[in-house]
């Protein structure tokens, strides 16, 4: 069974920034789609960014030029960089592989952030 591992979750205050990792061993990583996705209490899953297996990257409006994610192919391995951290950034974030042929997806358990004074 493929697991994605996060890691790198926190309690940080307001304008600071934590960085997110998602270790994926064991199955084709580079021809997978990353995404990361939270979820706060009492609100529905959002996706957050994502990057497919060519690079290319996109973002929720809400973390739009605060977060980046990116990927080491070599290292299985994504990335969710998050700077000016808001309040409203709490919230449990999952890793997730998704190849489209042969359709294949994968979740992590999730890494709480916490953002708070």
């Known amino acids: 069974q493929v697991k994605l591992v996060e890691s790198g979750g926190g309690l940080v205050q307001p304008g600071g920034s934590l960085r997110l990792s998602c270790a994926a061993p064991?199955?084709?990583?580079?021809?997978?789609?990353m995404r990361w996705y939270r979820q706060a209490p009492g609100k529905q899953r959002e996706l957050v960014a994502d990057?497919?297996?060519?690079?290319?990257?996109n973002y929720a409006d809400s973390v739009k030029d605060r977060f980046t994610i990116s990927r080491d192919n070599a290292k299985n391995t994504v990335y969710l960089q998050m700077n000016s951290l808001k309040h409203e950034d709490t919230a449990v974030y999952s890793c997730?592989?998704?190849?489209?042929?042969?359709?294949?997806?994968?979740w992590g358990q999730g890494t709480q952030v916490t953002v708070s004074s």
């Open positions: 990057i497919n297996s060519g690079g290319n990257t």
């Open positions: 997730n592989a998704y190849r489209t042929w042969p359709t294949r997806e994968y």
């Open positions: 064991g199955f084709t990583f580079s021809t997978f789609a």
